[in-house]
């Protein structure tokens, strides 16, 4: 079974400034697709980014981009250019092409943003 | 455009009475989930719906029931609701096929068993 670890509990950061969270996973497969949602306090989910595994170039999506490193089964987001409405929880996620478009997700990060 | 609805938000049980958590999506979605979501542990799926007739069993099963009643709704059920099962309900949807589909989720259900 895959498995998503997110080994910061909580993570802070200044307005402006960058922050990286963690995420790394475990799987058999060599094919397959990982997540970055935000959860702000609304509790709505929300796609952050995506990257599909067979692609060796790192997705972007204006501020944020992800560091995937496929053999040491590492995907971390970093977050540019801070703003306030960056605070939320973030949750990696995995999913198996095969596997009828189930997501495992990771325990989250809390994102705190200071002005 | 709705997306995935879910009601209600909020809901307050006593243990051992029932309910039924709502959900539909209009995106025309084959793919429906139910995920939990407790602290320290992210989202855990409940159960999912391929398609429309199918229904199986994610990680956490026990003391729920789904139907999947046309293409657009997908309920979940708990007979007999325990302390345990309090927790925040995600209802999301999305294509099925081998591409990197976005689920979409719905507002969630706040539920607090007593």
């Known amino acids: 079974a895959q498995t998503v670890t997110q080994s910061q509990p909580e993570m802070s950061v200044q307005e402006a400034e960058t922050v990286t969270l963690s995420c790394t996973y475990d799987?058999?497969?060599?094919?397959?697709?990982l997540f970055w949602y935000k959860q702000p306090p609304s509790r709505q989910m929300i796609l952050v980014i995506r990257?599909?595994?067979?692609?060796?170039q790192n997705a972007t999506e204006n501020r944020f981009s992800v560091n995937f490193q496929k053999a040491a089964k590492s995907f971390s987001l970093k977050i540019s250019d801070s703003q306030l409405g960056d605070a939320a929880m973030y949750f990696c996620a995995y999913r198996n092409p095969r596997g009828y478009g189930k997501l495992t997700f990771g325990q989250g990060t809390i994102l705190t943003v200071h002005p | 455009n709705a997306g995935v609805t879910q009601t209600p938000k909020f809901q307050v049980l006593k243990t051992g009475q029932s309910m039924t958590l709502q959900c539909a999506q209009d995106?025309?979605?084959?793919?429906m989930y139910w995920y939990r979501q407790d602290p320290g542990m992210g989202l855990r799926l409940i159960y999912y719906?391929?398609?429309?007739?199918?229904?199986d069993k994610g990680e956490v099963p026990n003391g729920y029931n789904v139907s999947r009643l046309n293409k657009r709704e997908f309920s979940l059920r708990l007979e007999s609701a325990a302390p345990s099962q309090t927790s925040v309900y995600f209802c999301?949807?999305?294509?099925?096929?081998?591409?990197?589909?976005?689920?979409?989720f719905g507002p969630g259900t706040r539920l607090t068993v007593t």
């Open positions: 719906s391929a398609s429309e007739g199918t229904t």
């Open positions: 999301a949807s999305s294509e099925q096929g081998l591409e990197a589909y976005e689920q979409y």
């Open positions: 990257q599909e595994a067979y692609k060796q």
């Open positions: 799987t058999s497969e060599s094919d397959y697709y």
């Open positions: 995106m025309n979605h084959n793919s």
